[in-house]
T-cell receptor, first 114, second 112 residues
Framework: DSGVTQTPKHLITATGQRVTLRCSPR?????VYWYQQSLDQGLQFLIQYYNGEERAKGNILERFSAQQFPDLHSELNLSSLELGDSALYFC?????????????FGAGSRLTVL | TQLLEQSPQFLSIQEGENLTVYCNSSSVFSSLQWYRQEPGEGPVLLVT?????EVKKLKRLTFQFGDARKDSSLHITAAQPGDTGLYLCAGADSNSGYALNFGKGTSLLVTP
C-alpha cells in the first residue's frame, strides 16, 4: 500500500457521459498530480495541484478538469467522454510542489468508455 | 512531444542474463528518476540520479546519469523473474513547470 488512495478502481461508462475520479494523497503530502496512461501514449502528465492551488498543467483536455480540496484530496472530472479516453488514470502525491519531486503513485483507476 | 525516449520498447530474456535499457533526451535535466511498474499497480520509484556521470547501485541494478545530464541507463545483472515489469524514466525541466514527464518505458519479461 503506497498510501495514495484512488477510487474507483474500475469504471465502465458510455460515450458522452461524465465521471469523477477521486484521490487521497499520502499523509503529509501537499502536492497531487494526475496522469493518464495508455498503451500508445505512455504515462502523460495532466495536471498538478499544490496545497489547493493549480501548480502546473500538462496535456489536459478542455473536457477534463480537476481540483484539490482543503483536506488535500483531489478529484479529476472527465466529461463528454470519448472512446479514446479509455485509459488508466493515476494520481500521485509528493511532499513539496517545486522542483522535480519524488512521486508516490496510487494503484490507478481504469476507465473504459464504450 | 516526447521529451524522453526509452529503448528498447520490449525485452524478453531468460533468468540469469544481463541487460541494459536506455533513456535519452535532447533536454538537460536537473535530475532523472527511474520507476518500475508492475501490472495493476502504479509506478514505484527505484532511484533518483542528480549529478552528471553519477552511478548508483541498487542490489543487481546499476543506474548511470550521462555526463551532460541528457541521458541515463539502467543495467540489470543476472536478471530474475521478479525483475519483470515496465521500467520508466522520468525527468522534469523548467518547460514542464517541473512536473515529471515520463518516457514510454521498457517492458521487461524475464522467464525462468
Amino acid at each position: 500500500d503506497s498510501g495514495v488512495t484512488q477510487t474507483p478502481k474500475h469504471l465502465i461508462t458510455a460515450t458522452g457521459q461524465r465521471v469523477t475520479l477521486r484521490c487521497s494523497p499520502r499523509s503529509g503530502d501537499l502536492s497531487v498530480y494526475w496522469y493518464q496512461q495508455s498503451l500508445d501514449q505512455g504515462l502523460q502528465f495532466l495536471i498538478q495541484y499544490y496545497n489547493g492551488e493549480e501548480r502546473a498543467k500538462g496535456n489536459i483536455l478542455e473536457r477534463f478538469s480537476a481540483q484539490q480540496f482543503p483536506d488535500l484530496h483531489s478529484e479529476l472530472n472527465l466529461s463528454s467522454l470519448e472512446l479514446g479516453d479509455s485509459a488508466l488514470y493515476f494520481c500521485a502525491s509528493s511532499v513539496e510542489g517545486v522542483g522535480a519531486n519524488v512521486l508516490t503513485f496510487g494503484a490507478g483507476s481504469r476507465l473504459t468508455v464504450l | 512531444t516526447q521529451l524522453l525516449e526509452q529503448s528498447p520498447q520490449f525485452l524478453s530474456i531468460q533468468e540469469g542474463e544481463n541487460l541494459t535499457v536506455y533513456c535519452n533526451s535532447s533536454s538537460v535535466f536537473s535530475s532523472l528518476q527511474w520507476y518500475r511498474q508492475e501490472p495493476g499497480e502504479g509506478p514505484v520509484l527505484l532511484v533518483t540520479v542528480v549529478t552528471g556521470g553519477e552511478v548508483k547501485k541498487l542490489k543487481r541494478l546499476t543506474f548511470q546519469f550521462g555526463d551532460a545530464r541528457k541521458d541515463s541507463s539502467l543495467h540489470i545483472t543476472a536478471a530474475q523473474p521478479g525483475d519483470t515489469g515496465l521500467y520508466l524514466c522520468a525527468g522534469a525541466d523548467s518547460n514542464s513547470g517541473y512536473a515529471l514527464n515520463f518516457g514510454k518505458g521498457t517492458s521487461l519479461l524475464v522467464t525462468p
